[in-house]
């Protein structure tokens, strides 16, 4: 039987990559056509989903309602989409620059963005656009750009640089597009960009990287056009600048460096992290922790410290020691080589 009125609502993309387009309907009568053509004669009941399969693959509209309730798309079905009305400049993260242990001079740095993002009209074209922060992982890159956009009051939209490598050649490139369009709806906004160096390496070493030289030359096109996105500011990522194309990194204004931390800062952060263990603490000296950790991130302290000291504590059920402590670090320590200097000369 041939559906009378059918009511679908956008859901999403079954396997979503970076910032894949979302379809708006535009014109309803337009869309009441494709929709009839594309799922003629598909079953229907409410909450199964129709898939798209010609100009947005795998994007997926899920039944709202459908009467009569067992039915299926005929040509004399209305069809209709709740549209999903998303608000403009929302802010996600709860993280402020006090809840960021050290790297003062990094939080100093990007109080001129802080700034621009607040009055973009103040600045005209000497707004600052385009910062890279590098450093060793898990020192506090993304949580300062999360910060930076809680502090500003504006969106953040990340990406992380291998999910733009895609299947087909252009994809990336799209989608690069995509970002910085969604970004220039949302502004004032920050585009953070993580993992910069997957997409970004030395064009010496991209021959074999497939579409990869396209994202980058789109990535320039927009980080060179972005004075015409009025409030937009892009941030890239990366755990190894010393490897990035010079035409890429000529872009960026400032470098901004996050390094490791020092012993009063590892003491902070293992006491700040220890005081929400779920196990409770008995003899045990973190100051002590903090000298034996030199060199450890603060990912280090958290994942690798006091993560396994609190699983090992409660597998022998007891509370957790300054033993429990001290045996995570001969095997959480690591060293950080540098590539041989040749490989980029």
Not at 95 to 110: L, N, P, S, T, Y
Request: hydrophobic share 40%; glycine share 6%; aromatic share 8%.
């Amino acid at each position: 039987m041939g559906a009378r009125f059918l009511l679908l609502r956008p859901a999403g993309y079954a396997l979503k990559s970076a910032f894949q387009e979302t379809p708006v309907v535009s014109d309803a009568r337009l869309f009441e056509l494709y929709a009839k053509e594309q799922w003629y004669g598909e079953s229907l009941r409410p909450g199964h989903y129709l898939f798209d399969h010609r100009l947005y693959p795998d994007y997926a509209f899920q039944v709202v309602r459908v009467y009569p309730k067992f039915s299926v798309v005929g040509s004399e079905t209305t069809i209709k989409v709740e549209q999903k009305v998303e608000p403009k400049n929302k802010v996600l993260y709860d993280v402020r620059f006090e809840d960021v242990i050290g790297q003062e001079m990094a939080k100093r740095k990007v109080k001129i963005v802080e700034k621009f993002l607040q009055d973009p009209d103040k600045f005209g074209r000497w707004a600052p656009r385009n910062f890279v922060f590098y450093g060793v992982s898990g020192t506090g890159k993304t949580m300062i750009a999360k910060a930076l956009s809680a502090e500003a009051g504006v969106p953040m939209l990340p990406v992380k640089s291998t999910s733009l490598i895609g299947e087909f050649v252009g994809e990336g490139a799209r989608q690069i597009h995509s970002l910085y369009e969604k970004a220039e709806e949302n502004a004032p906004c920050i585009i953070f960009i993580d993992e910069l160096d997957a997409i970004a390496l030395d064009r010496r070493y991209q021959d074999l990287r497939g579409d990869v030289s396209e994202i980058v030359n789109s990535l320039l096109t927009e980080m060179d056009g972005i004075s015409n996105r009025k409030g937009v500011c892009t941030i890239a990522a990366t755990n190894q600048i010393e490897v990035l194309d010079a035409s890429v990194r000529s872009r960026f204004e400032e470098e901004i460096e996050f390094k490791l931390p020092g012993l009063d800062e590892r003491l902070k952060l293992l006491e700040k992290n220890a005081a929400t263990l779920p196990e409770k603490m008995e003899s045990v000296n973190l100051r002590e922790i903090a000298r034996l950790t030199e060199g450890f991130s603060g990912r280090d302290l958290v994942e690798k410290v006091l993560k396994a000291a609190l699983h090992h504590a409660i597998m022998e059920e007891c509370a957790i020691t300054q033993r429990h402590l001290e045996e995570t670090i001969p095997m959480a320590r690591k060293e950080y080589r540098q590539p041989p200097k040749e490989m980029f000369s």
